[in-house]
């Protein structure tokens, strides 16, 4: 698909109706800021909440590097990256779940409930890349496999374990669980309808198949700031009291 660019040295032309390059670019500059943000606000925080925070900072810097090579492998080939985007979310989403665990420690949370997390994370991870990348006549039958652990996870976090801790923490912490559950209930949900809209013969007739990459660029930028925010707030609240 060449109309999308021209390679000439080292920038990529992009043209002025390339609306995923464009969502793209922003996520770049967007996880770039958001990453500054939090590692230039560590100082202000007692010491509990430095690590929360940092893993924010850590989570959108991560995805700000996966951006810019996701931004110039769609502007070379005008194609999905999705190597580069599920290395990005083998990385962050366990990230992810180190942060519930840690601000859940205060109600004495254990390390087993952070494993567990991070091990239907990778499933939900692992099966979503076998139906996109490595076997996707069967993008079905990965698709509910990968989507049965994001409902564990779900569970987990709204009415398992985790969430009995949250209560047993009260205040601003539990506050801050219930927003998170928010994003990964609603948030992380763009992701499945994404890699429907992904799947070839499903919908890709109707949308064309980059629509994809402009709903993971859209849910990326929620759910890594918004998430890295909600933390952020809670650090600030924390440490006034
Ligand atoms: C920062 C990146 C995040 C929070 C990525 C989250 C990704 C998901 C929740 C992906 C979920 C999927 C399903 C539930 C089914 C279809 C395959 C996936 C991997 C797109």
Redesign the pocket.
Known sequence: MTNFSLLTGWVAKMMPTDYIGFTFFIGCMAMMAASAFFFLSLSQFDKKWRTSVLVSGLITFI?AVHYFYMRDYWSAFGESPTFFRYVD?VL??PL?CLEFYLILKVAGAKTSLLWKMIGYSLV??IT?YF?EAVDPGNAAMW?LV??LA?FIIVYEIWLGEASKLAKAAGGSVLEAHKILCWFVLVG?AI??L??MLGTEGWYTSMLGKGNVDVAYNIA?AI??IGFGLVIYNLAVKSSKD
Request: proline fraction near 5%.
């Open positions: 995805a979310w962050t989403v992810m939900m991870l979503g139906g698709g990968s989507g994001y992380w992701y499945p994404g890699y990326d759910n890594k």
